[in-house]
Nanobody, 125 residues
């Protein structure tokens, strides 16, 4: 059974940084693309960033976080990361990691097979 578990969420002041982690189990992590999405209250889930599987090239990033967020992964630890810098109150959301059973990343949440429970990130003004 596939499990994705996020951690690292919390409260941060505007301009601050947080790093989310996503530990995967029960899946061929090395060959799976990983994505991060976020959802604010009353809004649809939105793409944040994604990263390829075996070959870590091609990391699509949403325009809203480009230059501030960095996605990475450590295949030896079955873990993905989302480094979030220069945060603003508009970044306050529940953040989800997702796994895709192929190497090519996708911006479309419907393409992802497995999801974590989510991690709350709150940015205060």
């Amino acid at each position: 059974q596939v499990q994705l578990v996020e951690s690292g969420g919390g409260l941060v002041q505007a301009g601050g940084s947080l790093t989310l982690s996503c530990v995967a189990s029960g899946m061929a992590f090395n060959s799976a693309a990983m994505g991060w999405f976020r959802q604010a209250p009353g809004k649809e889930r939105a793409f944040v960033a994604a990263i390829t599987g075996i070959v870590t090239s091609g990391t699509p990033v949403a325009n809203s976080v480009r230059g501030r967020y960095t996605i990475s992964r450590d295949n030896a630890k079955n873990t993905g990361y989302l480094q979030m810098d220069k945060q603003t109150p508009e970044d306050t959301c529940v953040y989800y990691c997702a796994g895709l059973g192929e190497s090519s990343p996708s911006r479309d949440s419907s393409n992802y097979d497995d999801w974590g429970e989510g991690a709350q990130v709150t940015v205060s003004a």
